[in-house]
Each structure stands twice: as C-alpha cells, then as structure tokens.
C-alpha cells in the first residue's frame, strides 16, 4: 500500500514523540487566554489555556486535546514554543505556519526559527490533515482575539 509509506514519511520521529509525550499537558487553572477548537472534519479537539507576564508576554501554557496524532502533536509543539513570546509574535508565528501549510516555501531563518515545528511541513502532502494541524493554532488566534476584545 502506497498510503501507508507515504504516512510513514508523515509521521515522523518528531511528531510521533510529541503525540505520545505531549507538552504542557493540563489546562492552567486561572488562565489569561483561554480558547477551545474543534475540528469537525476528524474530531479533534483543543482547549489552550495561557498566562501572561505583564507586557503581553506570555508565560504558563497548557493544553488538553483529544484526536489524531497529527493534531495533538502540532498542539504540543505548538504549546512548547510560545512560553516568553509576546502576543504580537505568537500572532507571527501563527501567520507563518498557516503559510507553510498553505504551500508556502519557508526561508532558511524562517524554518529556523520553526525549530521542530518545520517537521509538520510534510502535512500539506494531505490536504485532509491540513485542518488537524492547524487546529492548535486557529485555536491559539482565537484566545489571542477573545483576549484583546475584551
Ligand atoms: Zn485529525
């Protein structure tokens, strides 16, 4: 079956160690931001929940999700890389990965700064998983916006 060693190549080390020790597990119990996202498509489920330090700096971030492994190891990823960022670049780093899955090529500074993230590029060879790897960070823009409406 071709599928199945084309997923291989999909599920890389990296994101299978994140799917099955994810980061920042549990949600904070009096967050900042806080925002839950569903992913009809699969099922998948994320609530992020963050603290800020002063200044729009975030500090504490927990998640808790449910769903394939693609979604909740871009979660965990996703959750491991915003501590010490500020909104304003967490909403950067959330407009380059949506790029990337959208098709777009990443500079060599770009792709590192993604660090390990950059492992979820491959997602976009599955249009369907687009949606589960995105779902962290739609759900991170969302608690970003309900946090500044307010
Ligand atoms: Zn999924």
Redesign the pocket.
């Known amino acids: 079956m071709q599928m199945s060693e084309s997923l291989d190549d999909l599920y890389r080390d990296v994101i299978l160690d994140h799917y099955r020790r994810p980061r920042n597990q549990g949600l904070l119990p009096n967050p900042d931001l806080k925002s839950e996202g569903f992913?009809p498509f699969?099922g998948?489920q994320v609530v992020l929940t963050m603290t800020l330090d002063g200044a729009e700096r975030i500090g504490e971030v927990g998640f808790e999700g449910e769903?394939?492994s693609?979604?909740q190891a871009s979660a965990s990823m996703l959750a491991a890389h915003l501590g010490g960022r500020t909104l304003d670049e967490a909403d950067a780093l959330v407009r380059v990965f949506k790029g990337v899955m959208q098709g777009e090529e990443l500079a060599p500074e770009q792709e590192e700064a993604l660090g390990e993230i950059a492992a979820l590029q491959g997602v976009r060879e599955f249009p369907i998983?687009v949606k589960?790897a995105l779902l962290g960070w739609t759900t991170l823009q969302d608690a970003i916006a309900d946090y500044r409406k307010r």
């Open positions: 992913n699969c998948d769903g394939c693609i979604s998983r589960c």
